[in-house]
């Protein structure tokens, strides 16, 4: 991770997503509260960004009644019409989901006209949606239902919707329609504005204007002719895949505007180079000319090379159209690609600017953004780039073919700025291509067969990408996107990297293995780039191999983190040659002259570029592999009816591609039945129909049967005989003999793992999932089995045969398995006996102190009873039975206690001397308990869940005492000379938890005395954890206001700036996010000072971002930074066997951290009197090297440096009390002894469920008072 | 009882039925059979995914459902049934994975192996496919001392 933020007065680095510092937001833009805007009833406006279609506006109720019938809707369906009602949800995805498929599957089969969704609130119509509901919405579209103020909702957003469509023009009643086939709803008719009856038959494309509308039409775009059966097969592909082929009104508009507005011969600000003779090399066929070269002698270094590089300047047009707000922008940053098809493509930009105005095509003038470099003959960089903003006119447009022809002799070229250029870009090229082959990078597979369309629009095949000329090309261009990753981070300035990560080496040790299967050799020491390059076409197997070998590469994504391009062998890449078919590398083009001209880089569209990235190369590669299937059946189709040789190239449960060479073609087939891996990785069977063997890398007989081309679907069918799927029958009821010690192993693992085993053992315990036995021997100590529904009792005598398994935790893959036993025969029951006495932790001593000794010490107990001797609690008890006490014969030393008696935490020392239970609803669960509770009898089986060792109760404990609930009242209040900041970690807290915010609003009044600013972390959205496109989380903020001021406390308004739908993590669907609370009748704020901290940072992605925001009390102005940092998610536990030990999140959390001390340490230069605090979830202690490193040059740890040893936690982690939202400022507060700081107990010391953290408070004193 | 997912038995109990009225919307039907899984009431939760089985048995989501759940009861025959069938309708991150787990945990190293591998090689999730190959060196390491 970069360190972020730099010296005492440099620039703050800024990333992807953040707002420019210069460019303040609109006044109240920030401040959501007071600037929603509102019907003239009061009542908010629909998401801007969303369209919502609403039937049968239901009469206004309230939040509360909208939010209980959103809650149980599902309940409620099938009461109400169990034969009508489909529903849509999955078990996670309440009230989302593919709607368009299930309405159209649904509603068609069961021969219904509509589906009904009913909401239990009755004061809440039914939402009744149709099949053509489906219609106007993009497959893939994650559609919602929504409840709100007006009724029930169906909710799309723009990204969802289908703008073109293709079909044939029929008559519709007096007009004409386009008629077209839709890939979620019926046959469409759309209304053809202004057609004429000339077009009746004819196959259209055309532009929907309002998708979504119930009166929407279709304008006419363009008209396929008679041998256009290819190209309007492949748009309708596209369109129905998202793909957007046409354009808005104001898109025509803003297009005649600018190109009004465009004079070529006065580009104010450009140097001009148009007398250097730029050409432009791409396919025949190419008119968006992306790229223009010229290339001359260095005037620097003899026998070096220039290379100029222009660059279409795409950014300059967008000026002209209107920038961010236009629709030309709008549109290419939305669809963000082209979709290229064979002889068909889908231009981001229209093409009178991607082909004409835009284009470095020859002769016309034309504004770029030139990349200057200087090559050596040995092909490396000399020196540092430029940047130049020029006017060129290329000279030529020429092609790939001519210039390959030119260098291998077999065409003459007389034309001397063809032939000086071909020559330069051989030298130039050629030398670049050496370096890089040089420096490990991976090359690119043969020439992939791809397909054209030719002048009788046939579907014609080709190779693309063969030619020597096209690699040393790229090379000019990969080195030119180089060049600008390493100036962009040099400079500290954010880009849309595209980043390879590095190979995993164990990933690689895989691959070898499965490569040496096939018998192919792949040294250790051979990386997968020189082993690509070692390939050879003509061996055995090749294609295999090498699908095995790329495949131990990650994928190349687009990412605001600068990490290396390990497949090009490049520190940084960040693509900036091709902005007119990839819209993000014009942003980066911005970036560049931002950094280069001393602004600083605007990032405000980042997260929105970065999603838009991602749903286009899942759009383009669903329009890829459509694509791939026609290729392969028209090259198939010469061959139907006859067998052919094959070689497997690839193999999954589902199928397997493979490689016909008579056809030069490879095709994946899927294979029907229930099919498994063999053991060795390479053999795949299957018993729909019958059985067949398919190995990888083997080369068979298989015939291929009908090819429809056009429809991409051949038939193909493996004539190789195989074996049956084994299958395996119920279990064996017999096994061989072994004692519970025998089977139990270490208690992890045991050596008869996976064998079936008869044994005998007296029944100490019975749950719901089985029951326990152990020896009759206590040191072997017991097992579970798990059996349902066995007639066995505690102290049963019984005698079975069952499975040996190692159970793994599915929620944290490095805790340790537990040997348990599986698939048990019914207990023969043949006696009775005594239980041994359980293991007594009195007499045996509480664990060691090192980890692997406590690890050993409940190792050994597993499965066996033990009496835990009287204790107390040291944590509370939670709703899932958990709770951890401290022996009162084990001792701890008394600075490891806290003024409640619960366990601190000690940095870098973890506490063993402690036992976790389980209640189980078998063993009766008690009243909840807090910590400081009393219990004896404590009896149960060890057994290992969650990571963590515990004692499964097999009867109620004798509870002794329990204190009172805690929820203790802060000291701290404000007047006149004193402000007050809590902090309140709210829980996921959502209008659906209306009795649990009550309680968290009275808290807030009757524990933390009202305080001025609140600043709130985990606010979910309005629809809590649906996933849906909600966002917005003013009826949580509105409905927390309402409930304070309803528990007696004064009137808050509040601060929230939404998140991304879900890019901040947290409960998915909730949107969690940082947000304040504050009183207006003692503080202000101002707008302009909202933001979010971390907006495309990598440290941040994934995570929520801080929320930054300035107060004013009296003169006094004071900052604060509400952090809620990346979880501990993915942390090793204390006992795992992996090492090193893994601390979840940490390396997010300490760039977090850095980027938090940068905006402290700014302000506290900058503006010394303003303090800053830093407050909110940190994930970490107090004295973390995380916030070691926050505080490391001056800031003060508050919470180290004002709270008492006794009463430093805010956290009750099983059965630990530690601090996980520390407390910073900047220096001057806390030198000047102007701050005061309490947490108030009461989450992590009792068993109250309103937050799962204690809140904290500070009382700052003015400085004029001080 | 564990589900039936043997095709021969699922084909004797659609006859058995033959005529009787069954749910047909298998949304339901899972998300009904997930409730009573996290209740506990895990009879239910079978009766449900039985429905969902013969209501719609070209559905990759309710097999790997019934894989999970009958891996959670210990009916890990039944369990790799459901989850290689699913895996044969859909390549599924994580079905895959938790077939891998579920060889590994009896023992079945060759096949943990096999799936893992695959799925360090081919799946689509970074972060699964790292687990997977870590899962997969386990089973390597694990076998070799069996």
């Given at each position: 991770m970069?360190r972020?933020g ?5 620039r ?11 460019k ?7 401040a ?8 003239p009833?009061g009542?908010?406006l629909?998401?801007s ?14 939040a509360?009644g ?17 034969a009508?009602?489909?529903m ?9 989901g ?7 599957r ?8 509509e589906?009904?969704f009913y ?11 149709h099949?053509q ?6 497959e ?5 239902i929504?409840?709100?103020?007006g009724?029930?909702?169906l ?11 293709v ?9 004409l329609a ?8 019926p046959?469409?008719?759309v209304?053809?504005k ?9 196959m ?11 009166g929407?039409t ?22 129905q895949?998202?793909?957007?082929a046409?354009?808005s009104?104001?898109y ?14 006065k580009?104010?600000g450009?140097v001009?180079?148009?007398?250097k ?7 025949p066929?190419s008119m ?7 290339i001359?002698?260095?005037?620097t ?5 220039d ?8 950014s300059?047009?967008f ?7 236009g629709a ?6 939305r669809?963000?690609?082209t979709t290229y ?5 889908m ?11 835009i284009?470095l ?5 034309r504004p770029?953004?030139?990349?200057k470099?200087t090559v ?9 780039p ?15 073919g001519?210039?390959q022809?030119f260098i ?19 030298k130039?090229?050629?030398?670049l ?7 490990g990078?991976i090359?690119?597979p043969?020439?992939e067969?791809?397909?054209?369309i ?6 014609v ?10 690699e040393?090309?790229?090379?000019i ?8 990753g ?5 400079h ?6 595209r ?7 164990a ?7 499965a490569?040496?299967?096939l018998g192919?050799?792949w040294?250790?020491?051979?990386t ?7 390939l050879?076409?003509s061996m055995p ?12 590469q990650?994928?190349?994504?687009v ?5 290396s391009h390990e497949?090009?062998?490049l520190?940084?890449?960040v ?7 990839r ?11 931002q950094?280069r001209?001393?602004q ?18 899942e759009?383009?590669?669903r ?5 791939r299937d026609?290729?392969?059946a028209?090259a ?6 006859k067998?052919?040789k ?15 060479p008579d056809a030069?073609i ?21 018993d ?12 068979m007989?298989?015939?291929v049967?009908?090819v429809n ?11 190789t005989?195989?074996k ?7 279990p ?25 085993v008869?044994?005998?053992?007296v ?12 020896s009759?021997n206590?040191?072997?100590g017991g097992?579970?089995?798990r ?19 190692e159970t793994?935790d599915a929620?944290?893959?490095f ?11 019914a207990?023969?029951r043949?006696?009775e006996?005594?239980l041994?006495?359980?293991v ?11 980890a ?5 010490y ?5 499965g ?11 944590s509370?008890s ?5 709770l951890?006490v401290l ?11 806290s003024?409640?008696g ?13 036992v ?8 009766g ?5 807090s ?23 097999t ?7 329990n ?20 902090s ?9 938890e ?5 309680r ?7 524990s933390l005395k009202?305080?001025?600013v609140?600043?709130v972390q985990?606010?979910?959205?309005n629809d809590g954890?649906?996933?849906s496109d ?29 998140p991304?739908?879900g890019?901040?993590g ?5 949107n969690?996010?940082c ?10 704020h101002?707008?302009t000072?909202?933001?979010?901290l971390?907006?495309g940072e ?7 971002k ?6 004013k ?11 809620h940092?990346?979880?501990r998610?993915?942390t ?6 992996h090492?090193?030990?893994?601390i ?6 300490n760039?977090q ?10 302000v ?7 303090d800053?605090?830093k ?5 970490t ?15 003060a ?7 008492p040893?006794e009463?430093?936690?805010d956290?009750?982690?099983?059965g630990?009390q530690q ?8 220096a001057?507060?806390?030198k000047?002894?102007?701050v005061?700081?309490?947490?108030i107990?009461?989450n ?7 937050s ?7 009382r ?7 | 009882?564990?589900i039936?997912v ?7 109990l659609r006859?058995?039925?033959a005529?009787?009225i069954?749910p047909?919307?298998?949304?339901d039907l899972?998300?009904?059979?997930e ?5 506990g ?21 309710v ?6 759940l009958?891996d959670?009861?210990?009916?890990v025959?039944?369990?790799r ?6 895996l044969s309708?859909?390549?599924d991150d994580k079905?895959?994975?938790?077939l891998?787990r ?13 799936v893992?591998?695959?799925?360090s090689?081919?799946g ?11 899962l997969?060196h ?9």
């Amino acid at each position: 991770m970069r360190r972020v933020g730099g010296n005492e007065g440099s620039r703050e680095r800024q990333q992807i997503g953040q707002a420019p510092a210069a460019k303040a937001p609109a006044p109240g833009s920030a401040a959501r509260a007071e600037a929603t805007p509102a019907l003239p009833n009061g009542k908010p406006l629909p998401s801007s960004a969303s369209d919502v279609r609403q039937r049968n506006a239901a009469p206004k109720t309230g939040a509360d009644g909208v939010a209980a019938g959103v809650q149980s809707i599902a309940s409620t369906l099938k009461e109400v019409t169990p034969a009508l009602m489909p529903m849509m949800t999955t078990p996670r995805r309440d009230l989302q989901g593919e709607i368009t498929g299930h309405l159209r599957r649904v509603v068609g089969r069961k021969n219904q006209i509509e589906a009904t969704f009913y909401p239990d609130d009755r004061r809440i119509k039914p939402l009744v949606l149709h099949p053509q509901d489906a219609q106007g919405i993009a497959e893939g579209g994650r559609i919602a239902i929504q409840a709100s103020e007006g009724g029930l909702q169906l909710v799309t957003s723009d990204t969802e919707k289908v703008y073109s469509i293709v079909g044939r023009v029929e008559r519709d009643g007096t007009g004409l329609a386009v008629v077209a086939r839709d890939a979620n709803a019926p046959l469409q008719r759309v209304p053809l504005k202004g057609g004429q009856d000339s077009l009746l038959g004819k196959m259209v494309l055309a532009h929907i204007e309002e998708p979504l509308s119930q009166g929407r039409t279709a304008e006419l775009a363009s008209v396929f002719g008679e041998k256009d059966a290819w190209r309007v097969k492949l748009s309708e592909i596209a369109v129905q895949r998202g793909v957007e082929a046409t354009f808005s009104k104001k898109y025509s508009a803003e297009l005649e505007q600018l190109k009004a507005a465009f004079n070529p011969d006065k580009i104010d600000g450009y140097v001009d180079l148009t007398d250097k003779p730029f050409i432009t090399i791409d396919n025949p066929y190419s008119m968006d000319l992306d790229q223009a070269m010229c290339i001359e002698d260095s005037k620097t270094t003899p026998g070096a090379s220039d290379v100029y590089y222009a660059i279409a300047d795409l950014s300059y047009f967008f000026k002209l159209s209107g920038g961010d707000a236009g629709a030309i922008d709008e549109r290419a940053r939305r669809l963000q690609t082209t979709t290229y098809m064979p002889g068909v493509d889908m231009p981001v930009l229209h093409r009178l600017l991607s082909e004409d105005l835009i284009s470095l095509g020859p002769d016309v003038k034309r504004p770029s953004i030139i990349i200057k470099y200087t090559v050596g003959a040995d092909g490396k960089v000399i020196g540092k780039p430029e940047f130049l903003d020029a006017v060129i006119k290329s000279q030529r447009k020429t092609n790939y073919g001519l210039a390959q022809d030119f260098i291998d002799g077999k065409a003459k070229v007389e034309d001397p700025v063809l032939v000086n250029a071909f020559n330069r870009l051989k030298k130039v090229g050629g030398a670049l291509l050496d370096q890089a082959k040089a420096r490990g990078m991976i090359t690119a597979p043969e020439g992939e067969r791809w397909a054209n369309i030719d002048e009788n629009g046939e579907l014609v095949l080709e190779r693309r990408g063969q030619r020597w000329i096209e690699e040393a090309n790229a090379q000019i261009s990969i080195t030119a996107n180089s060049l600008v990753g390493e100036f962009l981070v040099e400079h500290n300035a954010p880009a849309y990297h595209r980043v390879h990560k590095a190979p995993d080496e164990a990933r690689i040790a895989l691959a070898r293995e499965a490569v040496r299967t096939l018998g192919v050799d792949w040294p250790d020491k051979v990386t997968p780039a020189e082993m690509l390059a070692k390939l050879d076409k003509s061996m055995p197997k090749y294609r295999a191999v090498r699908n095995l070998v790329l495949r131990s590469q990650p994928r190349a994504i687009v990412s605001a983190d600068p990490t290396s391009h390990e497949g090009l062998k490049l520190a940084h890449y960040v693509q900036v040659t091709a902005p007119m078919r990839r819209e993000r590398d014009a942003r980066n083009h911005a970036f560049v002259r931002q950094v280069r001209d001393g602004q600083t880089p605007d990032t405000s569209r980042g997260a929105e570029v970065l999603e838009f990235a991602a749903i286009a190369q899942e759009r383009d590669s669903r329009v890829e592999r459509e694509i791939r299937d026609i290729i392969s059946a028209k090259a198939l189709e010469g061959f139907s009816g006859k067998v052919l040789k094959g070689e497997i190239t690839f193999l999954s449960p589902r199928g397997f591609e493979v490689y016909f060479p008579d056809a030069d073609i490879a095709r994946f087939v899927e294979l029907p039945g229930r099919n498994r891996l063999e053991a060795n990785g390479t053999v795949l069977r299957s018993d729909g129909g019958n059985p067949i063997t398919i190995t990888l890398g083997e080369t068979m007989d298989l015939r291929v049967g009908t090819v429809n081309a056009m429809a991409g679907r051949v038939e193909v069918v493996p004539l190789t005989e195989g074996k049956p799927v084994e299958r395996k029958g119920k279990p064996q009821k017999t096994g061989a003999a072994q004692t519970i010690g025998q089977i139990r192993g270490d208690g992890f693992t045991s050596p008869l793992v996976g064998k079936r085993v008869t044994t005998e053992g007296v029944v100490s315990g019975v749950n719901a999932v089985g029951f326990y036995v152990e020896s009759a021997n206590p040191e072997e100590g017991g097992l579970l089995v798990r059996t349902r529904g066995a007639r066995v009792a505690v102290g049963d005598q019984v005698r079975f045969t069952a499975t040996v398994r190692e159970t793994h935790d599915a929620n944290n893959e490095f805790a340790r398995s537990l040997v348990e036993l599986v698939e048990a025969t019914a207990p023969e029951r043949i006696g009775e006996a005594q239980l041994s006495p359980p293991v007594d932790l009195e007499k045996l001593g509480p664990p060691p102190a090192d980890a692997a000794g406590a690890t050993d010490y409940w190792r050994k107990l597993l499965g066996r009873r033990i009496a835990v001797p009287k204790g107390k609690a040291v944590s509370p008890s939670n709703r899932f039975g958990d709770l951890v006490v401290l022996p009162d014969s084990w001792k701890l030393p008394a600075d490891r206690f806290s003024r409640f008696g619960g366990i601190l935490h000690k940095e870098g020392v973890e506490n063993f001397t402690k036992v976790s239970l389980k209640f189980r609803e078998q063993a009766g669960r008690p009243a909840p308990l807090s910590v400081g509770a009393t219990l004896s009898a404590i009896a149960g089986i060890v057994g290992y869940r969650s990571g963590d060792f515990q004692i499964e109760l097999t009867a109620p404990p004798t509870i002794d005492s329990n204190p009172p609930l805690t929820s203790e009242v802060t000291r701290l209040t404000g007047d006149a000379d004193h402000y007050t900041i809590a902090s309140v970690n709210m829980l996921n807290i959502n209008p659906l938890e209306q009795e649990r915010a009550k309680r968290l609003a009275k808290r807030i009044v009757d524990s933390l005395k009202s305080p001025d600013v609140i600043s709130v972390q985990e606010i979910q959205d309005n629809d809590g954890p649906k996933q849906s496109d909600v966002v917005k989380a003013d009826q949580t903020f509105e409905m927390m206001a309402r409930l304070i001021k309803e528990a007696g406390g004064p009137e808050y308004s509040y601060i929230d700036v939404p998140p991304q739908n879900g890019k901040d993590g947290g409960e998915p669907g909730g949107n969690i996010r940082c947000g304040f609370f504050y009183r207006k009748d003692r503080v202000s704020h101002d707008p302009t000072s909202v933001k979010r901290l971390g907006e495309g940072e990598a440290a941040f992605m994934d995570s929520r971002k801080s929320l930054v925001a300035r107060f004013k009390f009296g003169n006094d102005v004071f900052e604060i930074i509400n952090d809620h940092w990346a979880s501990r998610r993915g942390t090793t536990p204390w006992n795992s066997a992996h090492t090193p030990p893994i601390i979840g999140g940490e390396e997010k959390r300490n760039g977090q951290a850095l980027t938090v001390r940068g905006r402290m340490e700014q302000v506290q230069k900058a503006e010394p009197n303003v303090d800053v605090f830093k407050v909110g979830d940190s994930n970490t202690t107090e004295q973390s090297p995380t916030i070691k490193e926050l505080t490391k040059n001056g800031l003060a740890n508050l919470t180290l440096e004002l709270i008492p040893r006794e009463d430093r936690f805010d956290y009750n982690y099983r059965g630990t009390q530690q601090v996980l939202c520390p407390i910073v400022s900047t220096a001057a507060v806390f030198k000047e002894g102007r701050v005061e700081m309490q947490y108030i107990h009461a989450n992590s010391v009792s068993p109250l469920d309103d937050s799962d953290h204690d809140h904290s408070i500070m009382r700052i004193k003015t400085r004029k008072a001080a | 009882m564990a589900i039936v997912v043997d095709p021969e038995g699922l084909t004797a109990l659609r006859a058995a039925r033959a005529g009787a009225i069954v749910p047909d919307d298998v949304h339901d039907l899972l998300r009904d059979a997930e409730r009573a899984k996290r209740s506990g009431d895990f009879e239910e939760a079978e009766r449900l995914l039985q429905e969902a089985l013969l209501t719609d048995p070209s559905r990759a989501a309710v097999w790997s459902t019934v894989g999970a759940l009958e891996d959670q009861l210990g009916e890990v025959s039944v369990a790799r049934e459901a989850y290689r069938a699913a895996l044969s309708l859909e390549d599924d991150d994580k079905t895959a994975l938790a077939l891998a787990r579920l060889h590994s945990s009896i023992g079945e190293w060759d096949d943990a192996i096999a799936v893992a591998t695959h799925l360090s090689l081919n799946g689509r999730d970074e972060t699964t496919r790292a687990m997977a190959t870590r899962l997969a060196h386990e089973a390597k390491a694990r076998k070799a001392t069996s």
